[in-house]
């Protein structure tokens, strides 16, 4: 089943990961038709507070009894598109005992860790995309301190997760420098017009310029990744559903 949303299933020292939970809970099939039993998820983790990610933590929560969910703090704030239609989580899921809510920085186990990078610097511009948080009944623009990012260290590779990258592929780049990375890079939106490509171009450079492997799908778009998959060639994968990646 696809629909518009992310959620993958992490296997790592020992552990099973919980990476996002989609839209709806349909995640919950898909593992079901893949042999995959989700009561044994160790951990959830929760990328940002957008519905598209965290929909199906409902039908989770009914069918695992014992998985913590991590979420950062700022997650439950009202997060809209445009400033008309409501992109957040289920506010009845707020109280909830399985929720753990996350600062700047966590360490789930060693080599399995969470951080926000609210405080590191920003070298490139962050495009809010029409994307905003509204706050005593006023609407700003985003500021994304809501998004979290999954570093995971094994074997002397480091793997980042990456739900959306509000905050700017460039910029996460910077600041991780992974051997691999897996997720979204928000380019949906870009128009694929002059002045779209050569935006789309200026980035695939600087990605190839790392020794990274990436592998992106969700919100980077079909076109968009084409393009970007013309230049940067083999140092780009996509991903869909029911994808098996081994790293």
């Given amino acids: 089943y696809r629909e518009h949303g992310l959620s993958l299933l992490i296997e790592t020292k020992g552990k099973n990961i919980l990476f996002d939970s989609g839209q709806s ?36 929560i009914k069918l695992n009894k014992d998985a913590k969910i991590y979420m950062n703090e700022h997650a439950f704030e009202d997060h809209f598109h445009n400033e008309s239609k409501y ?31 609210n405080n590191k610097l920003t070298k490139y511009p962050i495009d809010t995309s029409h994307l905003f948080k509204r706050i005593n009944n006023s609407f700003i623009p985003e500021d994304f301190n809501h998004e979290q990012y999954l570093e995971i260290i094994e074997d002397g590779r480091k793997v980042l997760f990456s739900g959306c990258s509000h905050k700017g592929i460039l910029n996460i780049m910077n600041w991780f420098k992974p051997d691999v990375l897996i997720g979204g890079f928000h380019f949906m939106e870009i128009d694929l017009d002059e002045i779209g490509k050569e935006k789309l171009r200026r980035a695939a450079q600087e990605l190839i310029e790392y020794k990274t492997v990436y592998y992106t799908g969700h919100c980077t778009g079909r076109k968009q990744f084409n393009y970007l998959k013309s230049i940067m060639g083999d ?9 098996i990646i081994n790293i």
């Fill in 235 to 243: 140092k780009l994968h996509s991903i869909s559903t029911g994808d």
């Fill in 87 to 117: 992109i957040g989580l289920d506010k009845n899921l707020k109280d909830s005992n399985r929720i753990i809510f996350t600062k700047d920085n966590l360490q789930l186990e060693e080599g399995i860790n969470l951080t926000t990078c």
């Fill in 25 to 60: 809970g349909r995640f919950i099939d898909n593992a079901e038709n893949l042999g995959i039993d989700l009561k044994v998820i160790d951990y959830v983790i929760l990328s940002h507070g957008h519905y598209d990610h965290g929909g199906g933590l409902k039908r989770f």
